[in-house]
Structures are given as structure tokens and as C-alpha cells.
């Protein structure tokens, strides 16, 4: 059995790991913290009424250390890169849901997240938490930079066909939408229910930091400089992402071959689903699974992909990250 302790226990993704935990085989939940409850879990989440009985705690690194084995960090970005260190060097693993580790260059990170990194010296070790391209490197890691929501619908969609050579690196458009809880539960103005009901239109056009977060991986996973237009839009669901994305084919090939080389390239992936219908947000909200399909309209591939947000986008994944790095079923707790 491994101890899980969960930062940020108020927020969505740190609802779904407690969601995810109750039904896993071999983790147990001894920790939540807050920095400002102090209530029953339950209280703060009523569905995990009956399922945990603990209450949110402050807790330093070391009070920490002493209940549990590994911490998901559930806090936003640069609250998170304060908290790391300290769990680190108390000698806790650490899956860090947030964006302060994913980007490797620290002058990137400070350009597109208007911060300066303060942890620079562990940039280079924390390892990227999409286990699709990266399964070794996760086995053996202490510290996981779990993928943003945006970005694994992305680089999902299209890691095969850029590794494979089938289209081209460059040029490519990524149009893609995400439900409200893609911007959690701390209250922000775009998301009370006025604003964003029956509403609906694009953001942070040419300027979402996940389009850095997009390139870098896919880059370093195919061996090209990859080239992305990342356009994200936010739509009146609770939950859920979907993205359209064309880029120009490089190679002849026809829609049923492309589908199979992604068939193949994820066929050791259980949470990979390659259809041959559209996918829409429906079919895999509340689960692990990413869903894609391709199309080829004129002369562009046309990928189609959705996945749950808070799920494969973030606590689900997170999972998937904690079973590689202990060395349990990938898919306990997640099917
Ligand atoms: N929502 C999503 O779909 C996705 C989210 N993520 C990332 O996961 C992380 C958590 O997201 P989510 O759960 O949605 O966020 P929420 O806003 O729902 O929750 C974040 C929690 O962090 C705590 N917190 C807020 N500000 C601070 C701070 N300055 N210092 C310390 N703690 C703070 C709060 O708890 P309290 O006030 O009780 O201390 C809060 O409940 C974020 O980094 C987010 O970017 C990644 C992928 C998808
Ligand atoms: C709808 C919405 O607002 N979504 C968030 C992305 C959530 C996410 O994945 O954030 P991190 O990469 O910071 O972890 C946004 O666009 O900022």
C-alpha cells in the first residue's frame, strides 16, 4: 500500500484523484491540505461523503513526510514551484499537476508565465507525465511534470503522424475548446456562470502558454522543430475538450492508413482510443480516455480528438503516472 497526500484539496483535480484513490487497489489517501480549511473532506466535497473521513490539514514538508510516501501537487503554477522543493528534500515523490516544471527552458517558462522560474536546477530532471510517449523515463523518476489539459489533447493527436513523417512539422493549427473546469475552482471573473452561459468564444489568441508546452514536447519526441498556431476557446460545459487540428500531409497516405499508424503507435496505450466516428467530449467525459479520429479534406489531415479535462487531462493521467512510478497496473483505479 502507498501513502498519497494531496495538495490544494479545495480545487476540481484534487476532487477527481479523491475520486479516482477510493477505488484504487494499492494507495491510501493520509493527507489533504489547505492552507486555509480545516473541514471535513466531505464538507468541501460532498460527493466524497462516505468514501474519505479526513479533514483538510496545513501541513509543513516534514508532517508530510512523516503520513505519506508520495504528494500530488494540485496548486497553481507558481504556488507549486514553492511547495516542490521542500517535499523533495524531505524525500517524497512528488506529481506536480501544475505548469512549473513542464517547460525546460527557465528564460521560456519566465517569458510565457510572466514569472521567473525559482527552482531552475530541477528543470532538467523532472520528468514530462504523458505516459503515451514517455512510460521508461516515468518508471524511475521522483518528481513528474504532469501534462496541461490543452496540451495532452494536442501532442496525442499529433505524436504519431509528425513522428512517423506523415505530416509536416510546421504550419500546423490546433482550434481547440475546453469546458469551464478547465480553469478550476478558484473564482475568476470569465467563469462565473453570466459571463460564460450560452457564450462563447476563443482566448489568449497567440499567446496561451501551452502552445510553448505543445512545441517543446513534440519537438523533442519526433526530432523536428515543431511549429504550432494553438487557438483555445472556452465553451459553456462543465467539462471536457476537443480540438481540431490541421496540419499539411508531407507523405501520400490514405485517411485508413493514417489511422492505423496511430492504431499502431499507441496499441501498448490502454487509454488511447483511435475511432473511426467523430469523437465529441460525451464519450470520454468522466473517464481516462482520450479518443482521436483523422479525416483527409482537401489538401489538409484533419485530426479530430477529445478527452475529460480534469481526467486524462490532469487527476487521471496523474494516476496513470503514480501506477508507472510504483510499479502498479497503469490502469488501476482508472477503469
Ligand atoms: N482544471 C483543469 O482542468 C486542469 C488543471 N491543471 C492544473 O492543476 C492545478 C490545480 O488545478 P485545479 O484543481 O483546477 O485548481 P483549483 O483552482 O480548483 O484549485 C487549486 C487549489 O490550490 C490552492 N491554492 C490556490 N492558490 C494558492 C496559492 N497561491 N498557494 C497555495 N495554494 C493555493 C487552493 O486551495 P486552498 O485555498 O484551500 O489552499 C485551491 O483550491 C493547477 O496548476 C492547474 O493549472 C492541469 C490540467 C487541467
Ligand atoms: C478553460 C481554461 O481556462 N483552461 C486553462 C487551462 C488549464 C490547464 O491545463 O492549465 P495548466 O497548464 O496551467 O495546468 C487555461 O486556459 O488557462
Redesign the pocket.
Known sequence: MTRVAILGGTGYTALELLKILARHSSAKVTAITSRTETSPIREIHPSLAGRFDLSLENLSPQQLKERADVVFCCL??VASMEAVPGLLEVGLKVID???DY?LKDPEVYAKWYGHAHTDVGRLSSAVYGLPELYRDRIRGTNLIA??????STSILALAPLIQRGLVEPTGIIIDAK???????RTP?Q??LFAECNESFGA??VGN???QP?IEQILSESSGHKVDVIFT?H?TPMDRGIEATIYAVPKAKATQQELLEVCRAFYQESPFVRVVDRIPTTKDSAYTNFFDMTIRIVKDRVVILACLD?LIK??SGVAIQNFNLMYGYPETDGLL
Open positions: 497553481p503554477h499537476l501544475s505548469a513542464r504532469n501534462p496541461g489539459c490543452y496540451t475546453s469546458g469551464v473546469s478547465g480553469a478550476g475568476k470569465n467563469i482566448y489568449s496561451h502558454r501551452h508546452e483555445p472556452l479535462n487531462g490532469a
